[in-house]
């Protein structure tokens, strides 16, 4: 099997105990990018810098320059700024920040204080996904190692500068993965999402500026400032820096994360995946978590795992959630999981979310029991309209891509079910 | 109304939080309230609300929208099977489907002797784990085959 470079699970063993705990990770070079910060006193503006020329892009879903977000801070600003890590990772399809901070706490926990030192930030926190409960607790043990060594705290490893680092766990919200819904968890409300602008730039949490990074943002940053931002980006390819975890689930062989670089063709990854289980034929592919649009498979057989060339393929690389589909689904019970998620899911905030999501749902549903009627697919394209773009956040887009893209490639399955009152697969 | 032990957790939770901001800490008062008395009755939940310096409402509000909190009493073991898209790939519904049959019961509705309540979860973030399902919120178990579920019923019916 073809070696790949690494810069998140470089050195980690999940099969040892103990490989996760501070004096482990210290020799696998880490905090030495935070020790090289303060010796060499890199200054924040040069830190931003370096992360620019990364192409380092927002690994939570959106691909938003991470350098570029974090510029947005205000500097000079008298009074708390803070940055929050988004660990809550509920879309569907994507495992991979939770074996970062089960396996690699403290690549996260590097990464939020060079994050902080660069934006003039004292406090973080980070919110964990709910259902992760052991997770918590080693992210628990892992921020006291490191609070007891001097990497946490006031006047870090000697220097004027000091930060503080609290987990927080959620109890259960899909909504909450959305940044300023999880914002609002954290001030101990319902988890709904806030209307932008303001940005959280300005006013995030408790009202004070605050930047929001991705687990596996965060965990990106010691590699490039060791390496520097060049050889970050040069690890990818242009405007897609670095190497990037893929959560593969699903129909193959061997489901699990797979560290790869930016640009890698999605075969290999399917091959790395231990293939299609049973030899069967891939049929369709989710890029990118569940609220991506659906790819037939003979398109995914040709892209790369970037996220423009996913982009040019038609659907989105999101989380870099890979859910494969072998010739035996049934794309619309498929879809009907997924809509029924997203009803559950919505925040009950905007009407054409909280009513389109129970409608697409039931919508679906009757296809799959073989109540459809001739009108449906249109019906569905026309609500899936209504909901995208006329919402506070992205759930209501979330939940209207995967019908149009499933409807799109696979209109004749969808037929046939409303027609025949059953089954193609 | 809770025992010190969980109020020594619930302050700890507070001290994570400014000082003007206790509220930060009601998920994990919640949370540690559930773990002690099995369920969020509305003394409990009212308490939590004193002790926190809130609304009763503004807790209730929290309380029903996190779906981990029990709402109403539950079986001794809480069980909750992952059926989403990735995991129904994987044999989610199988599992779930097995363990309805092996406890007599359906989603929602907890075995007459009291010992498991069996409900129907969202992504846990764990699909390459599949079938996987989570006791009392904190235990996941992961690639649960028909026999893993057996040895699961078996250990916790002890």
Redesign the interface.
């Known amino acids: 099997m073809k070696e790949y470079p690494l810069t998140l699970l470089n050195g980690v063993d999940s099969s040892n105990p103990d490989n996760w705990r501070l004096r482990s990770y210290e020799a696998r070079e880490g905090y030495a990018a935070l020790k090289k910060i303060l010796s060499k006193r890199i200054t924040p503006e040069e830190i931003i810098e370096e992360v620019k020329k990364s192409a380092l892009r927002g690994r939570g879903g959106a691909g938003f320059p991470t350098g570029l977000k974090w510029s947005f801070m205000p500097k000079n600003y008298d009074g708390?700024k803070y940055i929050v890590c988004n660990s809550d990772?509920?879309?569907?399809?994507?495992?991979k920040?939770?074996d970062i901070m089960h396996f690699n706490p403290h690549l996260l926990i590097e990464g939020m204080i060079i994050a902080a030192y660069a934006m003039g930030v004292k406090a973080g926190?980070n919110y964990i996904?709910?259902?992760?409960?052991?997770t918590y607790e080693r992210m628990e043990e892992a921020v006291d190692e490191a609070r007891a060594a001097g990497y946490l705290g006031d006047n870090i490893l000697g220097s004027s500068f000091s930060f503080n680092l609290?987990?927080?766990?959620?109890?259960?919200?899909?909504i909450c993965g959305e940044e300023t819904a999880l914002l609002e968890?954290?001030?101990?409300?319902?988890?709904q999402p806030r209307f932008k602008p303001p940005f959280p730039a300005n006013y995030g949490l408790?009202g004070k500026p605050t930047t929001i990074n991705n687990t596996e943002t965060f965990a990106s940053v010691p590699w490039l400032i060791r390496n520097g931002g060049e050889a970050y980006l040069n690890l990818g390819k242009p405007n897609n820096g670095g190497t990037k975890i893929f959560?593969?689930?699903?129909?193959v062989n061997k489901?699990?994360?797979y560290e790869i670089p930016m640009g890698t063709p999605f075969a290999e990854l399917l091959e790395l995946a231990g293939g299609m289980r049973g030899g069967r034929k891939l049929k369709g592919c989710i890029p990118g978590g569940?609220s991506m649009p659906v790819l037939p498979g003979d398109i995914m057989m040709e892209a790369d795992m970037d996220y423009d060339s996913i982009a040019k393929a038609g659907s989105m690389l999101g989380s870099g959630?890979v859910?494969?589909?072998d010739d035996t689904?049934c794309m619309v019970r498929?879809l009907e999981?997924?809509a029924y998620?997203y009803f559950?899911?919505s925040?009950g905030q905007c009407t054409p979310c909280r009513e389109g999501t129970g409608w697409l749902y039931r919508i679906v549903n009757r296809i799959e029991h073989g109540k459809g009627r001739p009108e449906d697919l249109d019906l569905l394209d026309n609500i899936a309209d209504n909901i995208q773009g006329r919402t506070i956040c992205a759930l209501g887009d979330a939940a209207a891509m995967p019908v149009r893209a499933m409807i799109q490639h696979f209109r004749d399955e969808f037929t046939y079910h409303i027609e025949h009152k059953k089954c193609m697969v | 109304m809770l025992s010190t032990e969980s109020l020594e957790k619930i302050d700890r939770e507070i001290a994570k939080y400014p000082v003007e901001q206790k509220q930060s800490a009601v998920m994990s008062a919640l949370a540690i309230a559930q773990t002690e008395k099995g369920w969020l009755a509305n003394e409990t939940m009212d308490f939590v609300a004193e002790y926190l310096g809130m609304q009763p409402i503004a807790v209730y509000e929290v309380a029903t929208f996190y779906n981990m909190y029990n709402l109403e009493p539950v079986g001794k073991y809480k069980l909750t099977v992952c059926t989403n898209l990735p995991c129904a790939l994987s044999g989610g519904n199988e599992a779930a489907a097995y363990l309805k049959q092996k406890l007599g019961i359906g989603f929602n509705q907890t075995t007459s002797d009291g010992q498991f309540t069996l409900q129907e979860g969202e992504c846990m973030g764990a699909c390459g784990d599949s079938p996987v399902l989570l006791v009392n919120n904190t235990r996941m178990c992961s690639f649960m085959s028909n026999e893993m579920i057996d040895e699961m019923l078996e250990e916790l019916r002890k």
Request: aromatic share 14%.
């Open positions: 708390d990772e509920g879309e569907p399809g994507t495992f920040d939770r926190y996904h709910g259902e992760i409960w052991a609290y987990n927080h766990h959620g109890y259960g919200a899909y968890s954290i001030e101990g409300k319902k988890g408790y959560s593969v689930s699903g129909h489901p699990g994360n569940s959630a859910i494969i589909m689904t498929a999981r997924l998620f559950e899911e925040c």
